[in-house]
């Protein structure tokens, strides 16, 4: 049983999947923080309000702080536009690169040499004309 686990736990599959999930959350810190730290001040400052995430409005007593889910946002998209254009398609990119153009299929037919027309590739006459033509050549 354990070496089961062992066997799936060691695939590279797991363990990329466990990567990717670490450095996708230490990512989002980062984004969170540059978002909290950098791009909501300079929105701020644009608008006029000096802290961004202290937005809020009120209805029946209750505090709504709009503030906080914006910057949750802005955190998402960052996050979403860098995974896509860093990672998406620079991957995209590299597949398109490594797939091969399938090869062209064996010919079956070639062309007779005196009318042109096509005929079996194994042909040894010409159908049309009656042309003796060479066995297995495509012309």
């Given at each position: 049983m354990l070496s089961g686990f062992k066997?799936?736990?060691?695939?590279?599959?797991?363990?990329?999947?466990?990567?990717?999930?670490?450095?996708?959350?230490?990512?989002g810190t980062v984004v969170t923080a540059f978002t909290k730290d950098l791009l909501t001040p300079l929105i701020a400052a644009l608008v006029g309000?000096?802290?961004f995430s202290a937005i809020s409005f009120t209805i029946h007593d209750s505090v709504f702080p709009v503030g906080d889910f914006i910057n949750a946002a802005v955190s998402f998209f960052l996050i979403a536009a860098a995974v896509y254009f860093f990672v998406v398609t620079p991957i995209n990119a590299l597949?398109?690169?490594?797939?091969?153009a399938p090869a062209p299929a064996d010919p079956t037919?070639?062309?007779?040499?005196?009318?042109l027309s096509e005929i079996p590739i194994d042909a040894r006459r010409c159908?049309?004309?009656a042309q003796p033509v060479a066995i297995g050549q495509a012309a």
């Open positions: 066997q799936f736990s060691l695939r590279g599959h797991v363990v990329d999947l466990a990567v990717g999930v670490v450095i996708g959350a230490a990512f309000k000096p802290d597949v398109a690169r490594m797939r091969k037919t070639k062309k007779c040499p005196e009318c159908a049309h004309c």
